[in-house]
């Protein structure tokens, strides 16, 4: 039993210290994931921000065109008196 045990044991040890990973694989993956995260929280702000300009530049086009309507309008009736 011993003997299993002092087995298991070692097993374990060289699992747990098995270190042949790549750090450097590792860390370009993540800086790389940080990258791509970071790109796509700028590229949804600029077309968030982009769709509140085009409303706000809409709405004030219309309000610039029935102004200018209401005053033609007021013109065009003040012409005919």
Do not use: G, H, M, V
């Given at each position: 039993m011993k003997k299993i045990f002092l087995a298991l044991c070692i097993?374990?040890?060289m699992v747990a210290c098995n270190n042949s990973a790549d750090p450097v694989a590792e860390q370009k993956d993540s800086l790389d994931s940080v990258a791509r995260d970071h790109k796509e929280n700028i590229d949804s702000t600029n077309k968030a921000s982009k769709d509140i300009i085009d409303s706000a530049s809409k709405a004030?086009?219309?309000n610039v065109d029935s102004?200018?309507?209401?005053?033609?309008?007021?013109?065009?009736s003040g012409a005919h008196k």
């Open positions: 097993s374990a040890s004030l086009k219309e102004n200018i309507d209401a005053k033609k309008q007021a013109l065009d």
